[in-house]
DNA sequence: GGTCGGCCCTGCGCGC
DNA sequence: TGCGCGCAGGGCCGAC
């Protein structure tokens, strides 16, 4: 599932490809990946006819790509969505949702097998699109404050984990990283926020960009076919997973047998001996 | 304002 | 073999 790392490694393929391309069609095979555009996917498309790629951004699972009237096309990936750079005429994929033409006839692939990802046009408010104001900066972002983040944790009265997948107090952390950092920090998911020390809760936000960090470094996590970046290439992360996807296996730091459980309606990894 | 539960969706694995 | 069911989960929305 596209976390931050997933979503950083597609934004870095399509930029490298597209920055400076200009749109000659777009075409949306399934209205619900741009569901959230009112006038329906004809207007949709119409809008990005002739339109120059500026750039690209990304904050925390959103991406977007800058275009030459001022405004975003804003990517969200949901659980299965993936941006493919293609170049060599090839037959289109079974779940090719949408797809962007060049005047150099290469074409930027959206292909999403459960269809929760789509993407949008948005204005741009400073450096973010304006529709993107809800979610927090993720810990990559200049404006990320650790010291505010951890006090407003220790003020919530859910549970750590749950928290942490709250897009709107900290963005880019998905159920992969979530239970990963709290591993890493010693941290039992199911502890309320405000039962969370100031110390714990620093720690635990350097825990998050540290694993964040490393998996970006070899290309994010993929377990199978639904996560691979532009080029159409796996990353590396899966093998370096200490308790996500590791149920019944032994903790990689006491042995004790990783357990799974549920966590707001969310699966759940964690180690009982380390995790108390 | 904060929290919770339900919904959207498709493919896979499992049990019968 | 084939069918039905549960599960996976990010973000949004309405209800409380």
């Not at 069609?25 to 569901?35: D, G, K, W, Y």
């Not at 949008?120 to 404006?143: C, N, Q, R, S, Y």
């Not at 010693?186 to 039962?195: D, F, Q, T, Y």
């Amino acid at each position: 599932m596209p976390e931050l790392p997933e979503v950083e490694t597609v934004r870095r393929g399509v930029d490298a490809a597209f920055t400076g391309g200009r749109i000659s069609a777009a075409e949306i095979f399934n209205p619900r990946a741009v569901r959230r555009h009112a006038p329906g996917a004809d207007d949709f498309a119409a809008n990005l006819r002739g339109l120059e790629i500026t750039g690209s951004g990304r904050r925390g699972k959103f991406m977007w790509l800058g275009l030459d009237d001022g405004r975003a096309l804003v990517c969200h990936l949901g659980m299965s969505g993936q941006l493919h750079v293609v170049t060599d005429g090839r037959e289109p994929h079974r779940h090719l949702r949408a797809r962007l033409r060049f005047t150099d006839d290469r074409e930027l692939w959206f292909i999403d097998q459960r269809t929760f990802g789509f993407w949008e046009l948005a204005d741009m408010d400073g450096a973010v699109p304006k529709t993107l104001g809800h979610i927090a900066p993720d810990v990559f972002e200049p404006e990320f404050d650790a010291a505010a983040s951890a006090a407003k944790l220790r003020t919530r009265r859910i549970e750590v984990k749950k928290a942490l997948l709250d897009q709107g107090w900290i963005s880019g952390v998905g159920n992969i990283y979530a239970d990963e950092a709290l591993w890493r920090a010693k941290l039992p998911g199911k502890r309320l926020g405000e039962r969370v020390s100031k110390a714990k809760s620093l720690e635990l936000l350097g825990h998050v960009k540290d694993v964040l960090t490393e998996s970006l470094a070899v290309g994010g996590t993929s377990f199978d076919e639904l996560y691979v970046d532009a080029r159409g290439e796996a990353g590396y992360f899966a093998r370096e997973l200490a308790v996500y996807g590791r149920a019944g296996h032994p903790c990689k730091n006491c042995g004790t047998t990783i357990t799974k459980t549920v966590i707001g309606d969310r699966s759940h990894h964690y180690c009982p001996q380390c995790q108390r």
